[in-house]
């Protein structure tokens, strides 16, 4: 069965430092991957998703990703992030001709500090 | 603008009591997801249905069931609430596979 692992379940930094946020998963076939983010008391919010083409997906806010077949890695990175950018992270996939259920992983909060 | 509406943001029921929870979207979509949140848990799916009338369990289904009558409204049932059903619900849509899902606010469901 398909699986999503967010290696972090915690992540602090200061301003303006860069960050990586990382996410292996499983899966024996061909996958989509996404990332979404969640603030404080809200929903869902897709940032990036690879479906094919470019491994480098460019996201809003400033974020990215990088999809490493080779690895099975999908890392979320942003090369300077702000207070603002204080949420919880979740990456996400689904398998190509497969059960169509997108499946998550556990989630990584981001904390930015002053 | 992409709407998923749930119909409550916080709800507090009793034990024993059958507990339902509407999500509706107006984009048209075929797939709808129910989801529960727990800390350190992420999202973990309860149930998928990916038309009218059709559904599929997901990780977690135990305790849960759903009903898709109409294409825009995707409902969750409890049919007997007991205190481990507690939780935060995400309802989703997307229109296929390979499409962003759009999440709606969530309902905290208290159960006491």
């Known amino acids: 069965a398909q699986s999503v692992t967010q290696l972090d379940s915690q992540v602090p930094v200061f301003e303006e430092a860069p960050v990586e946020l990382r996410c292996n998963y499983s899966s024996s076939v061909s996958v989509y991957l996404f990332w979404y983010v969640q603030y404080p008391n809200q929903g869902l919010q897709l940032l990036l998703k690879y479906l094919s083409g470019s491994t480098l997906v460019k996201g809003i806010n400033g974020f990215e990703a990088e999809f490493n077949k080779s690895q099975t890695s999908f890392h979320l990175r942003k090369p300077s992030v702000h207070i603002s950018d204080t949420a919880e992270y979740f990456c996400a996939l689904i398998e190509q001709g497969g059960s169509e259920k997108l499946v998550f992983g556990k989630g990584t909060k981001l904390t930015v500090n002053p | 603008d992409v709407k998923v509406t749930q119909s409550s943001r916080y709800l507090v029921k009793r034990t024993g009591e059958k507990v339902f929870l509407e999500c509706v979207q107006d984009m048209d979509h075929e797939n709808m997801f129910w989801y529960r949140q727990d800390p350190g848990l992420g999202l973990r799916l309860i149930y998928f249905s990916y038309d009218v009338k059709m559904k599929e369990k997901g990780d977690i289904p135990e305790g849960y069931s759903v009903s898709r009558e109409k294409k825009e409204r995707f409902s969750l049932i409890l049919e007997s609430a007991s205190t481990n059903q507690t939780s935060m619900y995400l309802c989703?849509?997307?229109?296929?596979?390979?499409?962003?899902?759009?999440f709606g606010q969530g309902t905290r469901l208290t159960v006491v």
């Open positions: 989703a849509s997307r229109v296929r596979t390979n499409t962003e899902a759009f």
